[in-house]
């Protein structure tokens, strides 16, 4: 059997932003077993075993080509035994007997279940699951159960939201924004973010970026554009969250914190294509529209750069991007600002160019960031 020859002496980074990482991955049968792997240690709150399966992944992502033999891992970083002990599993059998046994355990089913609802996250799915329970069903039977709103749009819009948008559908959802927004600023900026940013072809949301050229303006404005969804008769959903942004705070070092800006988490209606409407008749499908996932942040104009570096991910691209600037250049980098510890200033940015350049750091763009 022919085989790429092994490129010699590899210089791999272990940090994901010293890394160009496509969509295209060919790795994916190992990548799906860890990916497992990590969400039962999410759900167990094992950080470090987390972490590491969270690495290992993203290494085997940015690889050119499929790993054929443990042999073809020789000088790559963040593979350590427990990694490759799975990886040898799927390359005698096909796959692992440990993630085939985590499949069919009962609690990571319930909570992969519970938390694939719009609201729903760990620490509710575990509620949910110390009760008793391990369907829908059985949660919405108890009374002592509260939902709030989020949960509630959760579940009413499940199978929608679940489905995900095409790339068709993110850029149809980007022209809705872009007019509704420009109607109340016409020189607005609107641009794409997270996933749709970095190429992906399907997305669980589409998340946009807005702000104003003149500082201040972008005050208010997102309210606006939530009630003119509204009026427009889209609007199935929103939690607006106010800015509680703060100029003179150090960037954050944790990254799971939320960022500052204003933003809101909606859920619209889309009117479904032509050819999509004569396929299937049932229930759902005769609806003219569906329901789909939108996030959209307001930073100031200052702070676009960061928003928009911070926004577009993958979430461990930026976890790396972060452990790189704290442990490579003592700095710290949120979604906010660059902070130099060392001259004790704040390195502003217009581009993301910049903030790289800033980082001494090639530039990667978006759609190489998918580690
Ligand atoms: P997907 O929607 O296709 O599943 O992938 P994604 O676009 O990469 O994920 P996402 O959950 O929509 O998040 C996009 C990026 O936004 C991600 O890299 C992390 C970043 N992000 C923040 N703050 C927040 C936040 O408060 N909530 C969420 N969900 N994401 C945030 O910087
Ligand atoms: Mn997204
Ligand atoms: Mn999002």
Redesign the pocket.
């Known amino acids: 059997e022919e085989r790429p020859e092994p490129s010699s002496p590899r210089r791999v980074s272990q940090y994901a932003c010293q890394r160009r990482t496509t969509i295209t991955n060919h790795n994916k049968i190992f990548t799906d077993a860890f990916e497992v792997l990590v969400e039962q240690a999410e759900f167990n709150e094992n950080e470090g075993r987390c972490l590491a399966f969270m690495r290992a992944t993203s290494v085997l992502k940015s690889l050119s080509g499929a790993v054929r033999c443990l042999g073809d891992l020789e000088g790559l970083p963040c593979l350590g035994d427990q990694t490759k002990a799975v990886m040898e599993d799927i390359l005698e059998c096909g796959k692992s007997s440990k993630v085939q046994e985590i499949l069919s355990d009962e609690k990571y089913r319930a909570l992969k279940l519970f938390t694939s609802v719009f609201g729903v996250g760990r620490k509710t799915a575990e509620k949910w699951y110390r009760k008793g329970h391990r369907t829908f069903d059985e949660v919405h039977a108890d009374d002592t159960i509260g939902l709030n709103r989020m949960q509630k749009a959760g579940f009413l819009y499940y199978s929608d939201i679940l489905k ?2 095409s790339r068709a559908e993110a850029d149809a959802l980007g022209r809705i924004v872009e007019n509704t927004v420009r109607k109340i600023v016409p020189d607005a900026i609107v641009a794409l ?6 190429g ?1 072809e ?6 946009f970026i807005i702000t104003t050229p003149a500082l201040g303006e972008h005050e208010g404005l997102l309210g606006r554009v939530v009630n003119k969804f509204q009026y427009q008769g889209i609007l199935l959903y929103h939690e607006h969250q106010e800015s509680t942004f703060d100029l003179t705070k150090l960037p954050s070092r944790r990254f799971e914190a ?2 500052h800006y204003e ?1 809101c ?1 909606l859920v619209l209606k889309l009117k479904r294509g032509l050819v999509e409407m004569d396929s299937q008749m049932d229930d759902a499908a005769q609806r003219q529209w569906r329901a789909v ?1 939108v ?1 959209l ?1 307001v930073p100031p104009i200052t702070h676009f750069a960061f ?1 928009l570096l ?6 461990q ?2 976890r790396d991007l972060r452990r790189f600037a704290q442990h490579e250049r003592k700095m710290l980098l949120d ?1 906010h600002a660059l902070y130099d510890k060392t001259k004790k200033v704040f390195l502003s940015a217009k581009t993301e160019e910049e903030i790289f350049a800033q980082l001494g750091l090639e530039y990667i763009p978006p759609w190489e960031r998918n580690a």
């Open positions: 995900g948008l973010t997270g996933g749709f940013r970095r992906k399907c997305g669980h949301d589409v998340d939320m960022d933003k988490f996932r996030d942040v928003a911070g926004w577009t991910g993958s979430r691209f930026e979604n």
